[in-house]
């Protein structure tokens, strides 16, 4: 029950061996009026095979509805190597590498990682991972506030395009540090931040400037016009990308007029898409690449190549002056435990997509997308909320109240799209709806025409 | 554990290379032809272009290039490296747990809902705290979301000056850190020769500006923190809160509880104490748990219960909530892991784990000290962990608590955490857990045995290891200094790769 | 989609280093006139992802009903640990350990295993697997003429209560070499080898008695005085054995009176029952032990200990000279590929279980069976078979036909037993039902109530 | 790989030590008190007494002393050790799969059998026969189901005498020790020079005895047998049948097809051509594919469709069958990852697997030539194994095709097939398998052009091979001289392990 190899014996020669008669007096320290009687709460044990019955018999009793959800989680293929691999007992059963002579496994992955996210992204340097993309977005923001020497104010420009929990994350995570965010409205046309939107901080000081791409709509945002305003104006630039998106997208280091200051200056994200399961929401990984100039100012491990004693190349973790094990109050973030096992996950997914393969998730996702809203708008009573591009997600309008047609589709097995009306009231009844390459057009058919049928009943009744 | 590095797996790589039973079919371009070409990418990202069998074999050697705990002992001191048991992941990792989406309706998923449920229960009941939150994704989040009640908690009461958090100075690095995150100010108070909190330097710290404390008891010394009530008393009575890191939670488990100390809100890393993997540097969780005072500033969402249904509890059902600190409701698939393993404890095994790990960590002690090692804390008890210092060592031949360590992997075995807690000069902090066996403490202090006879007799062995490893010591200086962070091809490296 | 690593570049520089202008040309020894144009009858290839999909609607078609048969495959609880070692990719991907430096892994399990198996069995040396139990049987008998020196009958008795798909296998193995299975028939009353059944063979020319404990009925035969009864005769005894039942029966090597000649010659049987998942019946492994003496005589791999260059030990196939590798059409049996990673699982599982582990294991077997039948005789019209000692399996007689009450209880979800009329017609309407420690108390009630229900209407009807 | 060896599990045990979490509870005596104490066991049998963490611990280790193909290049002729797709082994593995009892109802199991029956067809499909039976559970078995249907069809023509099998000299050993188990005698041919049948002795060779021919083509000796059709004329006008030990179909899949070339039956070896794993020994799966004539003799049972519903075909379905080689129907699990990688291939993808196959067999030998080695066959095309024979390196340098095999190891690339098949003397045989790179076969050429440089300048560093292994070369003589077939307590051995 507690996986303990001790036999009786065990314990009795090593009680002796430590000169005490009891487990119990090892705890003679402990103030006796604060010691526990028992447990209560805490159910008696169960074997494994107990609780495996017990877990086999909840999962059926959750099923696997089909499922057009993305709003920042997106079901994808996953290759049956990756997490053979990830659970194998060395990865999964390690440390973080502080001896790195015993860990030349996980830390030359983690460099291969940073490779692949830093050329995915277009930037310099990656790290080793933070925990999710909400909260990477928050140490962006804070860690924009260090870079930016020019900047007093903390002050940092969030589209309401950015998805509404990033934006709570990034609020929670950075907001007891003065970071003051402020939001700069959409366009309910376009489902983007309008240029006009940015005119009005013309001259003000401003630390930095966040852009989702695609933004929680799914709509593309014209990044290069925002990013050469906010350059220009000595305002650093954090994108929020899907990594997906950008085997096809332009990545955030190229954002924006070429030249000198081409490019974002952070790029976060959440890997999720990389080869990490759905599951509920986590355990996923933040991603986080940057300008090299800025690498001192990075929270999360890093890795990087040198030499050992008899002068061979290896790996160890480095910079570690920015960490909180060193730098303690004065780190660059307070992050000690990652996600290194997603990462590890990601890096042999991206390693079995390779470039080629990537864009051919992208792309089919998209073209399942287009196919989907295609299907979908047919059905009478929906439309296209918004006009203007998407990358493999869209917002769609329904003529009636969406919870209760959603939760029909549910009884029906199909999770339709996200309900809009908690974070945008605004718009009227809406989902936002998304299909991967996982979907088939007898899927998109199937959601379709249940969709339609439960419109007819919501406005039969 | 492989002798043989590897190379690059973008040395592997030759353009036009994949492995396409991975990849959908080509929806050809018209699929795409709504993307503005000025948005779209130019140049193809460095990704590896190689077989599936490339990558399998090449991630493969990889992990035989690590130690773990599922091929070696790996007492690292306040890590809690004990056995991650199989069937943790396998039920975990069951199809309907992973894919569901985590925006499902509350009516697609009550089986997992339960288990979150359940695992909130239990949770409460260890710590001995009115509620708990699951969304902190790691030990340090889950300290910086208690931190943030504490402010939260005060601002409430309209109390703004409460600004400073005070931490002894052996505390873990996250503390300090995670209270500057806070947008607080450390006041570092020293411990006493015995290890316990000095208290008249902390009598002296407190006042009308302490927000709280952050201790950790067993504290990272490796001793249970004797005069607790006393110290919760004086932060108390000056107006602060206490902050129980619950790193160490694993020597006291159904022993004593947080709560019953005084401390008014606490992590718990599952990843230590509930044995989730640490997965080469994560994934963790440290869910939050605190008195009902701080109730309502838990961050969201948290899992409600309405007769028979399981819901979600959000901003609106806690308005004054520190808000969220994810995406979404964290680390998911570990709470399920740890939620499969406390059930395999159940009360009695919680009981057992304390038990056992301290029974281990106090023969360890003992058996050391025999061996010519010196305790930091030769009069306490020790946790489920101890500290012995290699000062002596070190004045004397010159070999050091690294030197020691590295040596240690030359024994096949992992090496105590190093250098940490500070203020004890060359110390190794060892942490066997309850699920090594006699053999395998045993065997340990036999290699630190034969270490030390060899740091007499032929100290370059032990100041020159490892010499069995993959590699030899590292280099972390030009690491830092020559930065290699990327793979670069051919020729753009200053090092080249060993293959 | 057949997982080739080649460029369009790499072939062309193969074929100009081998010569030759096309792939085609490396077939042109290859007479033109059997040539294949193309493969008619296999469907175009599948992404992973899409054979995912298939497999996994597929698998939900089947569903996990509620099954209390046993009658050779028994449904265990498997620790997780098992698989995730027996699949990991240094086993599973490994061949038969021909270079044995290279393969020490392998070799080392191997021996551990043999150890195991021998030590359960009471026998003296045990192989490294054969395909499965009943072919195990057939090998047993081939390898018995050969080791009975004594006899020149090939003749073997078979009582009528070994499993009869396992008879039938051992003559269709044995058959083609002039073996020659006489049934024993069994007392309708007890279900077993009635003493009586035995002396009409006295005074003949028999090479060996096969007996299977506990038998297809899972009654208990008198193990000892059917020994002594064969080896009295210079008969050699075989014995079918469930490997989990040894943790509470007594062993082959065990059996009979006390003295020189004690115990089984051969003891086989499935080693399913160790770790090793139920999987429409295969793979399963085969084990065999016997004694010292007729060690030359075994089919299969076998490992032994020896010595290295440095003196050190070290482990490696031998014995080969009896296999066909190296003796041809004179090897004691043409296996050559066995049933190695089925062999990784138990060892695993029986490192896990113990011997009080695999006793606790017999023991809720027996005891859950005891409580199945008990439920089901509580039914009006259902009442035990046999009488006399089971283990963990039992006969059980209904009042109405069988196969349509299976049929309507296997629609709600049970699986109830298995239809004995197929091989014993003469037993009327009867089951043959097994549970096992993953059962529970409420399963078992599940059960009882729907065959109730069943009868009833089938009465009805 | 590791290159530390592991102590026997059995002095990790100690008495009273157990993983508990893995047992049932305890039922108590009373639950077995119906068993008679006369039938019951008295002492318990040596198994391992040791915690979970100690097993996995062990079993990892164990594992890390092997090659394997997820770890090395594995060119071992006639075993077709190519990548094992991780999908074939999860998708075999969904909990319904495994869960389901081979006694099953068929309404419960209409997926799985729906694979079985799709399997079947694509099996006629690509050895181009009538009908097929997937129960024999490897090639060997395989053989044994055809030889037996072959003995059963003559016999049931009343054509009693027919008992001989001819086998050319260099057939793989099952192939005669088949014929010998089911009762035949074994007649051997020779092959010519150009290791084609010599079809002179062949003509000698059949006659009124002959119920058939075993043959696999392209042959063990990597060569296509050009006359296949002459042979098969001979054979079958003499009254014989032909047997295709499908072991080599990986060598023509798609492009010629047993049946075409005049077999009558043909069993495949999924563990090789369709790429199931090796498991280190095992399991595999052989079913047996057979002309029209001999169809009623498949073995049972088999997968037949009525109507929308795939059911069993039993001995009542096939009176004449030649019975059942198994508990239930064989390798049901290993016949379910040949499925899912049958279906991934799909007809382009199997015509891609000879393809490929065939060019990296013919690379090596082109390149193997050129750096100085003797091919076996130099004027003939390599099929998708080739043999180089090191006679001459053997005779001038004291260097053997085992020492070559050993060294090789220390490269870490597995050996090739050596001294089979034995006609050729100091034999190679290497398959490199169409899933390995250009640059795996260039480093295994320049790998063999190293050792043979070493062979004239250090002969002993190849003799003495291997030197990075975790044991050095072992003593097979010793082996089956002193045998020790399994561990005894401390003491009882004539060989201490080594931990
Ligand atoms: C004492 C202590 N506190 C806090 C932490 C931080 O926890 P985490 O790594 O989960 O963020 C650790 C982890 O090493 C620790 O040991
Ligand atoms: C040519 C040949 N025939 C037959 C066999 C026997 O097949 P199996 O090992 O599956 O019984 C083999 C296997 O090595 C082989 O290479």
């Known amino acids: 029950m507690a996986f303990i190899p001790h036999t009786r014996a065990d314990v009795e020669s090593m009680l002796a061996a430590i000169g005490v008669g009891s487990i119990e007096q090892l705890f003679d320290e402990i103030p006796a009026n604060l010691r526990l009687a028992a447990l209560s709460n805490v159910p008696e044990a169960l074997s494994e095979m107990e609780v495996g019955r017990l877990m086999t018999e909840r999962a059926r009793l959750d099923g696997r509805p089909l499922c057009f959800i993305g709003a920042g989680a997106y079901e994808h293929h996953i290759p049956a190597a990756v997490w053979a691999i990830a659970t194998r007992g060395e990865f999964y059963s390690a440390y973080t590498p502080y001896q790195a002579e015993a860990s030349q496994g996980t830390l030359q992955l983690l460099y291969e990682y940073q490779t692949m996210m830093a050329s995915l992204t277009g930037m310099e340097v990656s790290n080793a991972s933070l925990y999710d993309g909400a909260s990477a977005m928050g140490e962006a923001c804070l860690m924009a506030v260090r870079a930016n020497r020019k900047s007093r104010s903390r002050r940092i420009l969030v589209p309401s395009t950015v998805n509404p929990h990033y934006r709570r994350t990034a609020a929670a995570v950075a907001g007891n540090q003065g970071l003051v965010f402020e939001e700069l409205p959409y366009c309910t046309e376009e489902g983007c931040v309008p240029a006009g939107a940015l005119a009005r901080y013309d001259g003000e000081d401003i630390t930095a400037l966040v852009i989702q791409q695609p933004n929680f709509f799914g709509r593309l945002e014209d990044v290069d016009a925002l990013c050469d305003w906010a350059h220009a104006r000595n305002i650093l630039v954090v994108a929020v990308v899907n990594p997906t998106s950008l085997a096809l997208l332009k990545p955030p280091g190229e954002w924006g007029s070429q030249g000198a200051n081409k490019g974002a200056d952070i790029a976060v994200g959440d890997g999720q898409p990389l080869g990490v399961p759905l599951s509920s929401g986590g355990p996923y990984f933040g991603f986080m690449t940057a300008r090299m100039e800025h690498v001192r100012q990075m929270p999360g491990r890093i890795v990087g190549r040198t030499l050992d004693a008899a002068g061979r190349a290896g790996f160890t973790l480095t910079l570690q002056a920015r960490e909180q094990h060193i730098r303690r109050a004065k780190a660059t973030s307070n992050i000690c435990t990652n996600q290194g096992l997603l990462v590890t996950a990601a890096a042999v997914y991206l390693s079995l997509m390779g470039p080629a393969g990537l864009e051919r998730v992208a792309a089919a996702s998209h073209a399942r997308t287009r196919e989907l809203v295609g299907a979908l708008t047919r059905v009478p009573g929906v439309r296209r909320l918004f006009r203007g591009p998407v990358f493999h997600e869209e917002a769609i309008a329904l003529d009636r109240p969406a919870a209760p047609v959603l939760e029909k589709l549910a009884a029906r097995g199909i999770l339709a799209g996200l309900d809009l009306a908690e974070h945008y009231p605004e718009l009227g009844p809406a989902l936002l709806v998304c299909a991967t390459e996982t979907k088939t057009s007898a899927d998109i058919e199937r959601c379709a025409g249940a969709l339609a049928e439960c419109l007819r009943e919501a406005r039969a009744a | ?306 007769g028979e249904r399981y819901c979600w509890l959000t901003e609106r059902d806690l308005p004054q909530s520190i808000g969220r600190l994810s995406g979404f409701m964290g680390n998911a698939g570990v709470l399920l892991r740890a939620y499969v393993y406390m059930r395999m404890l159940g009360r009695e095994g919680m009981v057992k784990v304390s038990e056992h790990a301290t029974l281990n960590a106090n023969y360890l002690l003992a058996q050391l000290t025999r061996a010519g090692f010196d305790a930091a804390y030769p009069t306490r008890r020790a946790s489920h962990e101890l500290i012995i210092t290699l000062r002596r060592q070190a004045k004397e031949l010159g070999v050091t608590a690294m030197d020691f360590a590295k040596r240690l992997l030359d024994h096949g075995m992992h090496a105590p955490t190093t250098y940490f807690p500070l203020l004890v000069p060359e110390c190794l902090l060892i942490e066997p857990t309850e699920t090594e066996s006699k053999a395998a403490l045993d065997a340990f202090v036999a290699a630190m045995g034969d270490i030390l006879a060899e740091a007499v007799k032929e100290p370059e062995r032990v100041t020159g290891a490892p010499h069995t490893m993959p590699v030899r010591r590292l280099d972390d200086v030009r690491a830092a200094k020559q930065l290699d962070l990327t793979w670069k091809p051919a020729g753009a490296h200053a090092i080249p790769s060993t293959s």
């Open chain 2, 1 to 306: 554990m492989s002798s043989r590095l590897e190379k690059p797996i973008f040395e592997y790589s030759v353009t036009g290379r994949g492995a396409e039973d991975q990849w959908p079919r080509d929806p050809g371009t018209a699929a795409t032809d709504d993307l503005p070409a000025k948005l779209r990418r130019g140049k193809r990202p460095l990704l590896p272009e190689v077989s599936e069998l490339e990558a399998v074999r090449h991630f493969t050697r990889l992990s035989q290039l690590n130690f773990s705990i599922d091929t070696h002992f790996y007492p690292l001191g306040s890590c809690t490296m004990k056995y991650n048991p199989k069937a943790c992941n396998q039920y975990a990792m069951l199809p309907e747990y992973l894919a569901r989406h985590p925006l499902s309706p509350e009516s697609v998923g009550q089986g997992f809902l339960a288990c979150m449920y359940e695992l909130q229960e239990m949770l409460k009941a260890v710590t001995s705290m009115q509620a708990v939150a699951l969304s902190p994704m790691a030990g340090a989040q889950g300290e910086f979301a208690g931190v943030a009640m504490i402010r939260a908690y005060h601002r409430a009461r309209g109390d703004l000056e409460r600004n400073e958090i005070i931490v002894p100075e052996a505390a873990h690095g996250t503390n300090p850190a995670t209270a500057t995150m806070c947008g607080c100010v450390v006041r570092e108070v020293p411990v006493d020769a015995q290890g316990d909190v000095d208290l008249e330097a902390l009598a002296a710290a407190v006042g009308p500006k302490t927000a709280g404390i952050m201790l950790t008891n067993p504290s990272t010394l490796g001793v249970f923190e004797r005069r607790i009530e006393e110290v919760a008393r004086m932060v108390h009575a000056a107006g602060g809160l206490l902050y129980y890191d619950g790193a160490n939670l694993n020597a006291i488990l159904g022993k004593v509880r947080p709560g019953d100390m005084g401390f008014d809100v606490v992590h718990i890393n599952l990843h230590k104490t509930f044995s989730t993997p640490h997965g080469g540097g994560g994934p963790g969780a440290g869910p939050v748990g605190v008195s009902a005072r701080l109730a309502p500033f838990l961050p969201v969402p948290i899992v409600g219960r309405r």
